[in-house]
């Protein structure tokens, strides 16, 4: 699916009145931009290379950073092998 379709899921008609906080971050993560997740990845090397050199408390604010990489990760290859409109245009 599209940005714009994932976006329409969550203000459209059929959207659900009261989604769970799950249902909202799975929507956030399948929204991401290509741009975000490549930032957020690129901050997570930088982060893992002075990682080892770091305290404890520092390696703790990291590995937030890192899972959150991870999710946007997942949400975008979820996207990207989910079916939908505007997939696979060919330029003409």
Do not use: E
């Amino acid at each position: 699916m599209d940005l714009i379709t994932y976006k329409a899921q969550d203000t459209g008609p059929d959207a659900p009145a009261h989604p769970s906080p799950a249902h909202r971050a799975w929507h956030w993560l399948c929204s991401l931009t290509p741009t975000a997740v490549v930032f957020l990845v690129g901050l997570s090397i930088g982060l893992g290379a002075i990682g080892t050199q770091a305290s404890l408390t520092w390696l703790i604010v990291f590995s937030v950073v890192w899972g959150v990489t991870v999710l946007a990760l997942i949400g975008v290859v979820a996207r990207w092998v989910t079916p939908g409109r505007g997939r696979h245009r060919m330029a003409t």
